[in-house]
């Protein structure tokens, strides 16, 4: 059964969500699924704007040639070569063996690597470059490259008629579609605003100085409809997320605020962290986060790093080292190269406490980032001498988010 949906003047969305993956990227858990979003321009000449990954593609071809109404595809425009919407390429131009490709130079070596079988087309591939129009009839199309978000030949496709920005996976969340495929139809920024963010932080969050530069692009075109390779479609409200996109990209904080993330392997260090989020309570901090990196995926725990201002890391020693899932936090916070924040650290060693060094040396790894003079430092339980320790940190970290 076709499912399919106009988003804009002779545009249908003809995507579709997978709720039975586990894991997007087998790396990172998605427990609301998440959707790939394909669209289609029905005009003298029709366009597909990307494909769909291989778990939808019996539900996304149904919907193309439901969409196409028996009409033929004349292009096949490919913003990005992801096999998440890239896979069902070489489906698509055995069922409309007329249809050109249509990408940049970038993507051809791309094309040819993952569909070997497919050369004579990809051979045939109509190449545009920076401000390129095709036109389709009514709907002229132009192109606008955005290499390394998050790959090198992504590009986005802006319809001047319509002024639907086709962004690529810019924009896009975590998240299967229910129903309702626009952003104004569901409550953003109470259900989806979390996925969106660590959509963002996980896949693109390294590439924010690439992400700035097509936010400046972006500013010149005028804009109505935003239509990302993931979730919503944007129609309304835009500039609340380019917002968001705007803090994250430039890695500053959304939130004025305290997380707490530990690594604690018998309680102790789990019972510290708890104290002093109790004690930053006492101080008047709100909305306090605390997560156990043993329980929270990575993932989420990098969100939360996006999210705040101020991060308290919390960890045993382990082998001379460092606690394992703190050291997992730790080598992604450098990959996705967070900037701009405020650290606090608490350590646990029985007989030679490291974690506090080697987390402290990670940390400044981190551009710009500040590192609190005050730790406490526990050698198993948090002792009642050491409540004074603890509330020297939670002073300091306090004084941090209130000004
Ligand atoms: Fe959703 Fe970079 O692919």
């Known amino acids: 059964m076709h499912c399919t949906h106009l ?4 545009t249908w969305y003809v995507g579709a969500s997978d709720r039975r993956l586990a ?8 427990s609301r699924g998440v959707s790939y979003n394909s669209y289609l321009i029905v005009d003298e000449k029709t366009a597909l ?7 939808v593609s019996a539900q996304y071809l149904e919907n193309t040639a439901h969409a196409l109404n028996g009409r033929g595809l004349d292009y096949l425009i490919i913003n990005h070569m992801e096999p998440d919407h890239a896979a069902t390429i070489a489906e698509v131009l055995l069922r409309w063996p007329q249809a050109q490709i249509v990408c940049n130079a970038k993507t051809v070596p791309m094309l040819k690597n993952y569909f070997p079988a497919a050369a004579e087309k990809i051979d045939a591939a109509l190449l545009v470059k920076e401000g390129d129009v095709l036109s389709l009839g009514s709907h002229e199309l132009t192109f606008v490259m955005a290499p390394m978000v998050h790959w090198p030949e992504v590009m986005l496709t802006f319809d001047k008629t319509t002024n639907v920005l086709f962004s690529a996976d810019a924009f896009g969340t975590f998240g299967a579609l229910n129903g309702n495929i626009f952003a104004d139809e569901v409550d953003f920024a ?7 963010r660590r959509y963002y932080a996980n896949i693109v969050g390294k590439y924010g100085t690439q992400v700035q530069a097509v936010l400046k692009k972006a500013a010149g075109l ?3 409809v935003i239509a990302p390779l993931h979730g919503p479609i944007w129609r309304e409200n835009l500039g609340w997320f380019l917002g968001k996109y705007d803090l994250w990209s430039r890695w500053q904080p959304e939130d004025q605020g305290v997380v707490v993330l530990y690594g604690s392997m018998y309680g102790n260090t789990a019972g510290a962290a708890s104290a002093l989020a109790g004690l930053l309570a006492d101080r008047g901090v709100k909305n306090i986060a605390v997560h156990d990196l043993s329980v929270t995926d990575t993932s989420e725990a990098v969100a939360e790093c996006f999210r705040a201002s ?3 890391l919390a960890a045993p020693t382990y082998n001379g080292g460092l606690y394992l ?3 997992a936090l730790l080598e992604d916070l450098k990959a996705l190269s967070l900037q701009n924040r405020t650290f606090a650290l608490i350590e646990n060693g029985s007989w030679a406490p490291m974690s506090g060094k080697l987390m402290a ?4 790894e981190l551009k710009n980032c500040t590192l609190l003079d005050t730790r406490v430092t526990l050698r198993g339980a948090l002792t009642p001498a050491q409540d004074a320790d603890l509330a020297a940190l939670a002073d300091a970290v306090a004084a941090t988010v209130q000004g």
Do not use: C, H, Y
Not at 23 to 30: A, C, G, H, T, V
Not at 49 to 55: G, N, R, Y
């Open 49 to 55: 704007l990307d494909t769909a990954d291989s778990s």
């Open 325 to 327: 899932p703190m050291n």
């Open 361 to 364: 040396e990670r940390v400044g």
């Open 23 to 30: 894991k997007f990227e087998n790396l990172f858990p998605i």
């Open 7 to 10: 988003i804009a003047a002779d």
């Open 222 to 224: 005028p804009i109505q």
């Open 190 to 196: 109470r259900d989806w605003l979390d996925d969106a």
């Open 310 to 312: 101020t991060i308290v």
